[in-house]
């Protein structure tokens, strides 16, 4: 049997990244590991908003860090004692599989199926998609179709996006 030691898991607020991250969770404590939770936040895109809001990078890093922090609450909370943080910038399709697997040392990733409509994923292609391709370890992809319609996220990220805003 695998016996992971340092789990990496990508989050973005999404429902299907919670599922992934309760996910890892479990398989942190099960196997006694080291759990790194990342968020990347996808700077190709701040270049054209920026020209009309020059706050966003600010809100996007204030929600990363809170959305973290309610993450790292939770995993301790469930009994996970070594739990990292990572906030990075770029592309989460070039960052995660390749930058955080070095830096973290991760023998698995975990991470949700999607997060894209279909239409996205078409075009551009999935973050999961590209971690699944590109990393040198073992990679759990949590399915998320079979999210019951009554799962409540424990880190709600609304509230998160409206205390960033708020901050300001």
């Known amino acids: 049997m695998v016996n992971y030691k340092n789990i990496l898991i ?67 909370e469930k009994g996970v004692t070594d739990v990292d943080k990572i906030i990075d910038y770029g592309s989460p399709k070039a960052i995660i599989p390749k930058k955080a697997v ?30 699944v391709r590109h990393a040198p370890c073992d990679v759990l992809v949590v399915r998320t179709e079979t999210i019951p319609d009554e799962f409540e996220p424990v880190v709600a990220t609304d509230e998160l996006l409206a205390e960033a805003k708020e901050e300001e």
């Open 10 to 76: 990508a989050v973005d607020g999404s429902r299907e990244a919670e599922w992934a991250f309760h996910t890892a969770v479990g398989a942190a404590k099960r196997n006694n590991a080291k759990l790194t939770i990342i968020n990347v936040i996808d700077t190709r895109s701040f270049a054209s908003v920026e020209a009309y809001d020059r706050s966003i990078s600010d809100r996007a890093n204030a929600f990363a860090k809170k959305l973290l922090d309610g993450y790292e609450e939770v995993a301790r």
């Open 102 to 131: 070095e830096k973290t040392g991760a023998d698995v990733i975990v991470c949700g199926s999607s997060g894209l409509n279909a239409v996205e994923r078409f075009i551009v292609g999935s973050v999961s998609e590209a971690i």
